[in-house]
T-cell receptor
Framework: GAGVSQSPRYKVAKRGQDVALRCDPISGHVSLFWYQQALGQGPEFLTYFQNEAQLDKSGLPSDRFFAERPEGSVSTLKIQRTQQEDSAVYLC????????????FGSGTRLTVV | AQKITQTQPGMFVQEKEAVTLDCTYDTSDQSYGLFWYKQPSSGEMIFLIYQGSYDEQNATEGRYSLNFQKARKSANLVISASQLGDSAMYFCAMRRYNTDKLIFGTGTRLQVFP
């Protein structure tokens, strides 16, 4: 596609429910990132993939968060047993290579845990 | 530790005037990159401008320019001839050399009025 596509656009989950957020990067982009943006804050890094390899997951806040990119294209961010503090916008970004500045962000998934 | 500071939560500017959005950063690295992004209400992060730490000239992209003062560790964004469509959140971000993750500031909300 022309841009980074994220789905769903909005998700309401009951506390304790598992959720899965999808990111479709730009075709051919090697690098893929997930960021978490709390209300009124800047995005915070969660995890980074280079092709299918997860090279950095230092930003994942707990073991309830899990991300995968099995074929080096589409990525899924899964949150198990959601908590209220997980409420945020989850942004996905991709870039053609590594260590460049051509990041393209998606519009994000707004997760609300009730 | 790497940190980005944006001290202006909100700024107002009249249409066609210039505005400066402040950004200071903290790093002990010699090599790094600085970014500015625009985030309209639709949520996606739009890349505006990039400055490498070794770039001797200030970056410019159309109406955007980056006032880079390395000794002061500041990277202010200047928007010339503001337009109503410039109303949005603006984020400054930094990337360490040889890593790919971005560290964002808390953002500045710019409102352009007629």
């Amino acid at each position: 596609g022309a841009g980074v596509s994220q789905s769903p656009r909005y998700k309401v989950a009951k506390r304790g429910q598992d959720v899965a957020l999808r990111c479709d990067p730009i075709s051919g982009h090697v690098s893929l990132f997930w960021y978490q943006q709390a209300l009124g804050q800047g995005p915070e890094f969660l995890t980074y993939f280079q092709n299918e390899a997860q090279l950095d997951k230092s930003g994942l806040p707990s073991d309830r968060f899990f991300a995968e990119r099995p074929e080096g294209s589409v990525s899924t961010l899964k949150i198990q047993r959601t908590q209220q503090e997980d409420s945020a916008v989850y942004l996905c970004a991709s870039s053609p290579g590594t260590n460049d500045y051509g990041y393209t962000f998606g519009s994000g998934t707004r997760l609300t845990v009730v | 530790a790497q940190k980005i500071t944006q001290t202006q939560p909100g700024m107002f500017v009249q249409e066609k005037e210039a505005v400066t959005l402040d950004c200071t950063y903290d790093t002990s690295d010699q090599s790094y990159g600085l970014f500015w992004y625009k985030q309209p209400s639709s949520g996606e992060m739009i890349f505006l401008i990039y400055q490498g730490s070794y770039d001797e000239q200030n970056a410019t992209e159309g109406r955007y320019s980056l006032n880079f003062q390395k000794a002061r560790k500041s990277a202010n964004l200047v928007i010339s001839a503001s337009q109503l469509g410039d109303s949005a959140m603006y984020f400054c971000a930094m990337r360490r050399y040889n890593t790919d993750k971005l560290i964002f500031g808390t953002g500045t909300r710019l409102q352009v009025f007629p």
